[in-house]
Every structure is written in structure tokens, then in C-alpha cells.
């Protein structure tokens, strides 16, 4: 009989010799390292369960809780609150004339006018022409008539048109002005002047912005009760300057105890940017 191992080279009888001396250490690494593999299988599959089970425990609680949004409460939590509207104040200045203002206050933070028109009704039925407004977020301001034809003495406010604006932009909301030095100095101490007076205030415009036609609204006060309206406008007002703006009365004026000056500048229209 023909020997097998004859064919066989060095090499390999090496090879199957120490595979026969080590046999018994191949088959116990090969026992270890499925061992391991079996334990890791094991682990990724409690894992998965585990991880299963959590998403499982999400879903049904998704699913049992309602996930629409109630669109009727959010938009009444987030409009905005309505005006707070003083009744109109008729000011007789002679010659048929009359001054009338109401003073408006937007209690929004988030919110301002873009636009409001606006006029007046008038003893007799008759009404102002209509003109328009607007109200900065968190602006106290008020609406004028000046100079009206009517007989007589009473007046109430008539808002033609509100649009609302959303304000998300904080340039829109602060104008950068200081008002201060609010002095009123009768007709009796100013030379070529028998009734009236008028009224000296300063304005600082410590923004980085420069206006044009910026508008201010006077009124004189005595005790609580508005006794004078007025209204003067700049060409301009320049950023980090100051200006000392005057406006007189000429109708006889009680004791004037206070002055109220409100800048009047719309930041929701872009032309008024210098």
C-alpha cells in the first residue's frame, strides 16, 4: 500500500504535525470565541427589546394624548389687546374754531398699529375729514383735529380702519428720543402777545438714526384736565443732535400746569429713515 503521506511536502507535514499537537487548544479558543459571540448576541438583542419597549411606552403616550393644537385659544391668547381709548376733548380757540383730541393707548409690547383712520363726530351730525395714524408697540399718544368748524362743544372718536401689525423687529419699537426742558411761559411775559403763550421744550436724538418730517404733539394741561392742543413737524431731525423746538397759543389758556410732548414718528414706514 502506497504510503500518503509521500505526496505530501515538508511544509505541510509541519503543518498538519502541530495542528495534531494543538488540536485540543483550537477546539477551546474556538468554544471561547463563540461563547463571546453568542453573549453579544444576547446583549444586542436585550438592547433592541429595551429600546423597543421605550419607543413602544412614547408612542402610546403620543397617541393617547391629543396632539391637535387648539387654534381658536392660541390666537386668542396671542391678538392683541384693544386700545385704551379716553373720551375726545373739544377746546373752543375762537373765531368758530375748535381743537379736538382723544388720547390713545396701545398697551401692546408685541404688537402696533400700522395704520388707524380715523375721525371725529361732531354736534349736529357732522364729522372731521378723515385722517390716519399709527401706534408704535407700548405708545401713548393722542389722535387731533385742529382747527375745526363746528358750533359745537362736544366730540367723539370714530376709528374707521385698525390694522394691526405683528413687531419682531426691536428698531420699531424705540425711537431714540429725550424729551426734557418742557416749559410754558404765558402771553402776559412774552413782548407782542396778548393771549396764549407757548411752550419751549428740547429733544435729543441719541439714536443712530435720522429722521425725516419727525412730527411732536403738545398739550397743555391744567390740573388732570387738557386745556391745549398742538402739533409741530421738522424737515428733519439728524442722529446725536439737539434741537429747541417752540409752539405758541393764540387763544386765551387757563393756568397751565403741565406739559405733555409725544414724538410722532412712524417707524413701520421706511422712508422716514434719513
Known amino acids: 500500500m502506497d504510503n500518503p503521506t509521500q505526496n505530501l511536502s515538508d511544509k505541510q507535514l509541519k503543518r498538519a504535525y502541530w495542528y495534531l499537537l494543538h488540536k485540543k487548544e483550537i477546539k477551546k479558543i474556538g468554544l471561547i470565541v463563540l461563547i463571546v459571540l453568542d453573549i453579544i448576541l444576547v446583549l444586542w438583542a436585550v438592547i433592541g427589546l429595551v429600546k423597543f419597549l421605550n419607543n413602544y411606552?412614547?408612542?402610546?403616550?403620543?397617541?393617547?394624548?391629543?396632539?391637535?393644537?387648539?387654534?381658536?385659544?392660541y390666537h386668542k391668547e396671542n391678538q392683541p389687546k384693544d386700545l385704551i381709548i379716553s373720551a375726545a376733548r373739544a377746546i373752543k380757540i375762537g373765531d368758530g374754531k375748535t381743537d379736538i383730541g382723544v388720547e390713545v393707548n396701545n398697551?401692546?409690547?408685541?404688537?402696533?398699529?400700522?395704520?388707524?383712520?380715523?375721525?371725529?363726530?361732531?354736534?349736529?351730525?357732522?364729522?372731521?375729514?378723515?385722517?390716519?395714524?399709527?401706534?408704535?408697540?407700548?405708545?401713548?399718544?393722542?389722535?387731533?383735529?385742529?382747527?375745526?368748524?363746528?358750533?359745537?362743544t362736544t366730540a367723539a372718536l370714530q376709528i374707521i380702519d385698525l390694522d394691526w401689525t405683528r413687531v419682531v423687529d426691536d428698531s420699531q419699537r424705540s425711537l431714540g428720543l429725550t424729551i426734557s426742558n418742557e416749559e410754558f411761559t404765558p402771553a402776559s411775559r412774552i413782548d407782542g402777545q396778548d393771549l396764549g403763550g407757548q411752550a419751549n421744550f428740547r429733544v435729543e436724538n441719541g439714536s443712530s438714526l435720522s429722521y425725516y418730517d419727525p412730527g411732536f404733539i403738545i398739550v397743555l394741561y391744567s390740573g388732570s384736565k387738557e386745556i391745549g392742543f398742538n402739533y409741530i413737524r421738522l424737515t428733519s431731525l439728524d442722529s446725536l443732535t439737539t434741537r429747541e423746538l417752540t409752539v405758541s397759543w393764540g387763544h386765551s389758556l387757563p393756568n397751565v400746569t403741565a406739559i405733555k410732548v409725544m414724538p410722532n414718528i412712524n417707524l413701520f414706514d421706511p422712508s422716514i429713515i434719513k
Open 107 to 152: 398697551i401692546n409690547s408685541e404688537w402696533g398699529v400700522f395704520k388707524l383712520s380715523y375721525q371725529f363726530a361732531l354736534a349736529g351730525g357732522e364729522v372731521t375729514p378723515i385722517q390716519e395714524a399709527f401706534l408704535l408697540p407700548n405708545e401713548q399718544k393722542y389722535l387731533l383735529a385742529l382747527g375745526v368748524d363746528t358750533i359745537g
Open 57 to 73: 411606552s412614547e408612542l402610546d403616550r403620543l397617541t393617547t394624548t391629543p396632539s391637535y393644537i387648539d387654534w381658536e385659544t
